[in-house]
């Protein structure tokens, strides 16, 4: 099996770490920042893992918190890593930063859990689809930026057929299939696509009915992503047109991942959710 190294998921884990010395140390930021010649700030966005830092910074902090020269390099060589750039980075500029975010922990994330109300997810976009999405935004978007977004999505997918593949888990509203994106034969062929993945020993595809009435997750999609490491733990992201909220705290978690098998023990089975998805594309044809 492939192994990955993301830089963003490496930085979250150098993150969590820092945070837990320094509160074992009993130590103020303030005081490991005077400590290190650094600013507190500075040891704030290393804690909070926005800022990629400085080996050295990292070096002198692990002297302030008393560690010994092996617990020390496990911690330099996650700050080493974590100034990598993901390969991502070359879409810089087309897509925006809390996205790239998303992009970084969806690279290593062993299994995916996505409940989506109104789209086909991205990771399961055909690209004419994706060319249909981009189009219907307010702001037309240049052939260039329609072309940099097409391939960004395109370079996500390969980790659906790579030999590390996450587990995906996709609840789709009916109204996705329902929707048409484009025009008919674009939507056929989309719904073709995710016939065929949804076949996918690793992929599991299921629609939410009209009939299952209202559900817990009607105020909108949700995705939670799970990592092979203990050492990071799941995270929740909801995005909204602006931005998105990134939850962590194991309560938050939990809640969603309730939330998500409420939803799947809702939706029709694997086997009734292809066949729904041949009848919708029967009638577009």
């Not at 690209?127 to 219907?136: R, V």
Request: aromatic residues 6%.
């Amino acid at each position: 099996m492939a192994s990955r190294t993301s830089p963003t998921v490496r930085r979250r884990r150098l993150a969590s770490e820092m945070r837990r010395l320094r509160k074992e140390a009993g130590k103020t930021r303030e005081e490991a920042a005077r400590f290190a010649d650094i600013a507190p700030a500075t040891v704030s966005r290393i804690e909070a893992a926005t800022h990629a830092p400085k080996v050295a910074d990292i070096m002198a902090l692990c002297r302030f918190y008393g560690l010994d020269d092996e617990r020390a390099e496990v911690l330099v060589t996650l700050a080493r890593q974590s100034r990598q750039r993901g390969w991502w980075h070359q879409y810089s500029g087309s897509i925006p930063e809390w996205f790239e975010v998303y992009v970084g922990l969806e690279e290593e994330a062993a299994e995916i859990l996505t409940y989506e109300s109104e789209a086909v997810p991205g990771l399961l976009q055909a690209e004419e689809y994706i060319n249909s999405m981009l189009l219907a935004d307010i702001q037309q978007p240049t052939k260039e930026e329609i072309d940099r977004q097409v391939s960004l999505r395109k370079k996500r997918q390969e980790r659906l057929t790579s030999d590390d593949a996450p587990k995906l888990w996709a609840v789709l509203n009916e109204a996705v299939l329902r929707r048409t994106v484009g025009p008919p034969e674009t939507m056929k062929e989309q719904l073709d696509h995710l016939i065929r993945l949804s076949r996918l020993n690793h992929i599991n595809i299921v629609v939410l009915p009209y009939s299952a009435g209202a559900h817990p997750s009607m105020e909108g999609p949700c995705n939670v992503l799970r990592f092979p490491e203990p050492a990071d733990p799941d995270v929740v992201y909801l995005q909204y047109r602006r931005g998105s909220i990134y939850l962590e705290d194991p309560s938050d978690v939990n809640a969603y991942v309730d939330l998500f098998d409420h939803l799947r023990s809702r939706a029709l089975g694997p086997n009734e959710s292809r066949i729904l998805m041949e009848q919708v594309a029967a009638e577009l044809s």
